[in-house]
């Protein structure tokens, strides 16, 4: 093999495997989730007490959170997978890069499909929620420790662009 065709294709792919970490932190920062934690609404218990809540608006909530984590961990794992089989196209010297362009659409997919349930549980949210209960929510929040042991919650600037709850 010459040099030239050498470098092309290290070239497309290292730029692969930065578009796949870039996509896995995107989707990362945009879903909330922590390694190894299926994104989607987790609303902790403490949150949402002393908002007065009725009864029908935390059956609503729970409904909500509920069938998030469902449909965000289905997705989530469609997502691991896909990288999976990227990554495994990436490891083999012969790059087949109708395979990972193919890969990387089905990323790409996902990833809009988990932003959209986001924006979707946002709005139910705000359908849920008075605006004086979203914005004790949202305080409740920002006093929530973090992982790495500091506070902030989603909406910190050291916790990217995040505004709420997905987990």
């Known amino acids: 093999m010459d ?3 050498f ?3 290290l070239k497309l792919a ?6 796949c970490l870039a996509a896995t932190l995107i989707c990362a920062a945009s879903v909330g989730a922590a390694p190894g934690e299926h994104p989607g609404i987790r609303l902790v218990d403490n949150e ?10 935390q059956q ?4 909500l959170e509920s069938a998030s984590r469902t449909q965000s ?4 794992s469609q997502l691991q997978q896909t990288r999976r089989k990227l990554s495994d196209v990436y490891r083999k010297y012969d790059l087949d890069a109708v395979a990972a362009a193919r890969l990387n659409q089905d990323l790409n997919r996902v990833q809009g499909q988990l932003l ?6 946002q709005q139910q949210l705000r359908k849920i929620l008075t605006p004086d209960q979203f914005a ?14 500091g506070h902030g919650g989603p909406g910190d600037p050291s916790h990217g662009h995040r505004d709420w709850t997905p987990h």
Request: aromatic share 2%; proline share 6%.
């Open 3 to 5: 040099t030239s065709r």
């Open 7 to 9: 470098a092309k294709q």
């Open 14 to 19: 290292s730029r692969g495997a930065a578009a």
């Open 48 to 57: 949402t007490n002393g908002m007065n809540l009725t009864p029908a608006q």
């Open 60 to 63: 609503r909530l729970t409904a």
């Open 73 to 76: 961990a289905d997705l989530f």
């Open 116 to 121: 959209d349930l986001r924006l979707s549980d």
């Open 136 to 149: 004790q929510l949202q305080s409740s929040i920002q006093r929530r420790p973090r992982p790495d042991g």
